[in-house]
């Protein structure tokens, strides 16, 4: 099983990137906390990687920290969640904000992540509550952004939110609502994150 990758990053988008390794194209699923992250264009990357095997397929899924990965395998440990579900929880929520939810059993906040219903959210809890606590929270970047880099930051989140299954119109609205309630210029992954809180407060 592959288990980590190092090469050139050769494309990426909000849902799945392509790492060049020496000469061969690995096609890799992330979720946005990774994305995040991502050096620019042709720099070098390394990633976590959890190797899926399927009758029909191999699938990649791949993570800048140990964490994410180590919550991406948690998650699909639990009856009905399967990689694809688990990148969107990982998308939706920070490791730290995940752990949180499920030690304080906050099923309302596993809601608001698209396709996570009720049941869904009830079982994460019930059935990770104590294994959540080996989880160690990963640390968001902060980092801000100039003024000039916003428009194409609008971009990239509003890609990255039809990704994650909200109609375009919906998420370009949150988006201008979050930007205006903000002052100081924001982070691509902030940005995201306070539009998902919008989105889900409906």
Known sequence: MIALLTGRLAFKAPTHLALDVQGVGYEVFVPLSTFY??????????????????????????FVTQQEKDAFVLLTTVSGIGPKSALGI????????????????????????PGVG????????????EKAAKLHPAMALTSEVSPA?????????LSALTNLGYRAQDAK???????????????????IRETLKDLARG
């Open 37 to 62: 992250n991502l050096p620019d264009l042709n720099q070098t990357v390394s990633l976590s990687i959890h190797t899926h095997v399927r009758e029909d397929a191999i699938q990649l899924f791949g």
């Open 90 to 113: 990982l998308s939706a929520l920070p490791v730290s904000d995940l752990v949180s939810a499920i030690q304080s059993g906050d099923v309302d906040k596993l809601e608001t992540v």
């Open 118 to 129: 009720k049941k869904t959210a009830g079982r994460i809890v019930l059935e990770l509550k």
């Open 149 to 157: 880099g916003q428009d194409a930051m609008f971009d990239d989140a």
């Open 173 to 191: 609205e949150a988006l201008k609502r979050v930007r205006q309630s903000r002052t100081e210029p924001v982070s691509l992954q902030v940005l």
